[in-house]
């Protein structure tokens, strides 16, 4: 098993680029999400999916698309980059029924210039 | 408003020391979780609890869910530990900002 694999592992964009950061897990998990880490403000949930077909937004949404066409891929996209979307990105994946155990992918350390 | 509250967020030791890392959540859980974060980035889980106590070799959990709190024990703490601690809760995940521990040879 290769767990959770995210790619690109680091990644600069210019003010208005979009880009797409890839996220797959091949434990079945039911449970994906996406999270951005900044100093001092610990990991915070952009958007999460239940499901193939279900997405729904955390806590901090704007400026970010998600989908999940399959089980194993749950890709998220920067619209349009800005400077605030400097930060590091984290997926990760669980199963939606107990244990919860959760399992992060590598991360993606996005600069936004 | 933070759902979870760590304390201490930064903490210094002494090899061999005994260690204890706090977390207060206002929420109410199914889980709760301690993260390990080491330099460099990567996030592991370190343990998943949702009663009582678990052991993983010299790191202890324990949650008190009546009081809302759970601790994290490091027993003979090594320079190896030096890295941030995060305790997490739910599926949904509330995080709390971490405390970077450093363990001093």
């Known amino acids: 098993n290769a767990g959770v694999t995210q790619t690109p592992k680091f990644q600069v964009l210019k003010t208005g680029q979009s880009m797409t950061l890839q996220c797959a897990q091949d434990m079945n998990h039911e449970y994906m999400s996406w999270y951005r880490q900044d100093p001092g403000m610990g990991l915070r949930l952009i958007h999460y999916?239940?499901?193939?077909?279900?997405?729904d937004q955390g806590e901090v949404p704007n400026g970010y698309n998600v989908s999940r066409s399959t089980t194993e891929d749950f890709p998220l996209r920067l619209l349009s980059a800005a400077p605030s979307q400097t930060s590091v990105y984290f997926c990760?994946?669980?199963?939606?029924?107990?244990?919860?155990?959760?399992?992060f992918g590598p991360g993606t350390r996005l600069t936004v210039t | 408003k933070n759902e979870v509250e760590q304390s201490p967020q930064n903490l210094t030791a002494q090899e061999g020391e005994f260690i204890t890392i706090n977390c207060s959540y206002s929420?109410?859980?199914?889980?709760l979780h301690w993260l390990q974060q080491h330099p460099g980035g990567g996030i592991v889980s370190l343990f998943m609890l949702s009663s009582g106590k678990k052991k993983h070799g010299r790191l202890i959990a324990t949650i008190n869910i009546q009081e809302k709190h759970s601790s994290l024990h490091i027993t003979a703490s090594h320079p190896r530990d030096s890295a941030v601690y995060i305790c997490a809760v739910d599926v949904q995940f509330y995080f709390g900002t971490g405390t970077s521990l450093t363990v001093i040879p």
């Open positions: 999916s239940v499901g193939a077909g279900i997405t």
């Open positions: 929420v109410g859980i199914s889980a």
């Open positions: 990760a994946s669980s199963s939606y029924s107990p244990p919860y155990e959760q399992y």
